[in-house]
């Protein structure tokens, strides 16, 4: 009996030992952009409050570290996806252009590019969501 009771300590503690070994991953750090905004009808095409040629800008400090372009997120509670970040990065700001290049406007003067005044701070391990709509500050400049 005592050998037994031996046996199914070292057992035990063998598969502890396995399992403390295995280390848990650390959730991701991810972001999503939300275009709140409602629709727009307009006799131009393709204006219609869709967030076009989308730069989001990472930031470490005040330093750009990295950007990521997305083609388009469309109005109405249209979404970029869940975009995996960097621990290292703090903040993000959105910027868009109004038209995209498709337009035969795009080259106007009118289609210059949007930028959010406001950064979203960046959670680590969580999904970070900008959510921007026709009320979201934006600025002809980046800074």
């Given amino acids: 009996m ?4 031996v046996v199914v300590v070292v057992a035990f503690a ?3 030992v396995a ?8 959730p991701k750090t991810t972001y999503e ?3 709140n905004g409602a629709y727009h009808e307009s ?11 989308v ?12 950007q990521e372009n997305i083609k388009s997120i469309k109005y109405g509670g249209g979404t970029s996806g869940k975009l995996e970040i960097s621990d290292k990065i703090e903040k993000i700001k959105v910027s868009s252009k109004l ?20 950064y979203l ?12 709509d026709d009320k979201t500050m934006m600025s002809k400049y980046r800074d």
């Fill in 99 to 118: 038209l995209p290049i498709e337009s035969s406007i795009y080259s106007s003067d009118a289609n210059y590019r949007l930028y959010t005044v406001s």
């Fill in 33 to 35: 952009i939300i275009n």
């Fill in 121 to 132: 701070f960046i959670e680590k391990g969580k999904n970070n969501v900008f959510e921007i």
């Fill in 55 to 66: 730069i989001v800008f990472q930031y470490i400090g005040n330093d750009v570290a990295k």
């Fill in 19 to 26: 399992f403390s070994g295995c280390k848990k991953e650390d």
């Fill in 43 to 53: 006799t131009v095409p393709y204006l219609d409050n869709t967030m076009w040629e």
């Fill in 14 to 16: 063998t598969v502890a």
């Fill in 2 to 5: 005592r050998r037994l009771k």
